[in-house]
């Protein structure tokens, strides 16, 4: 069965302390590896997808990285709006219908003081 | 941009009773997703609709559990003898196709409260 951990639970930052978050994943044939920031209270909003090891997305100071084992979300001298959970995500191969669902890791924690 | 959306946003109930929520999908989108997210967690797959066919159901998904989607367009999730194991937020999504280059989006969720 796929399974998703990240690392670390939770995470406090001093404004501009840049730092990286890790999700490792074990699924047989990756189709697709989804970052989403979910504030408290809210629905998980979608960040990044990443398809195939090698592969990087940027977006404002957020980047992610994907390898054969597991991804890094790279936050680069964060602010205090970056203060969210972090949740990543696989999607396995189609089986009938069976490799649309997502399953997600338990999240990361980021707390930016600053 | 309308988003998906939810409804209602926060259902406190007692146990035994029975419950219903809705999910309205960004309106192009004909694959439809439920998930559970308990404190702490992230979201756990509940079940899925391509159009107005329920195509897959997690074992997470008991007897009690239940979920429609006429005519391909909003669809509910209707929870019957609710237990306090069912308290949770249960969130919607949608995506314009399957695959991994659709992306899910999802609303703001039903949070319940059996007490």
Redesign the interface.
């Known amino acids: 069965e796929d399974q998703v951990t990240q690392s670390p639970e939770a995470l406090r930052l001093q404004e501009g302390e840049s730092s990286s978050l890790n999700c490792s994943y074990t699924v047989s044939g990756l189709r697709g590896l989804f970052w989403y920031r979910q504030d408290p209270g809210k629905g998980p909003e979608f960040l990044f997808t990443l398809y195939s090891a090698g592969e990087e997305k940027e977006k404002e100071r957020l980047k992610a990285t994907l390898t054969k084992k597991e991804s890094f979300l790279h936050i680069t001298a964060p602010k205090p709006e970056d203060s969210a959970t972090y949740l990543c995500a696989v999607q396995a191969p189609l089986i009938k219908a069976a490799g649309n669902k997502l399953t997600f890791g338990g999240g990361t924690r980021v707390l930016v003081k600053p | 941009d309308t988003g998906?959306s939810?409804d209602p946003r926060h259902k406190i109930t007692k146990r035994g009773q029975n419950v219903t929520f809705r999910c309205d999908p960004i309106s192009e989108h004909n694959?439809l997703?439920w998930?559970r997210q308990t404190l702490?967690?992230?979201?756990?797959?509940l079940t899925?609709f391509?159009n107005e066919a329920q195509?897959?159901k997690?074992r997470l998904l008991s007897d009690r559990f239940s979920a429609e989607r006429p005519k391909g367009s909003f669809s509910t999730l209707e929870i019957q003898r609710t237990e306090q194991g069912d308290s949770a937020m249960y969130?919607c999504?949608s995506s314009l196709g399957?695959?991994?280059?659709y992306?899910?989006?999802?609303?703001?969720?039903t949070?319940l409260t059996v007490t």
């Open positions: 998906v939810q694959r997703y998930y702490g967690q992230g979201p756990e797959f899925y391509q195509l897959e997690s969130l999504a399957s695959g991994a280059r992306e899910q989006y999802f609303g703001p969720g949070r």
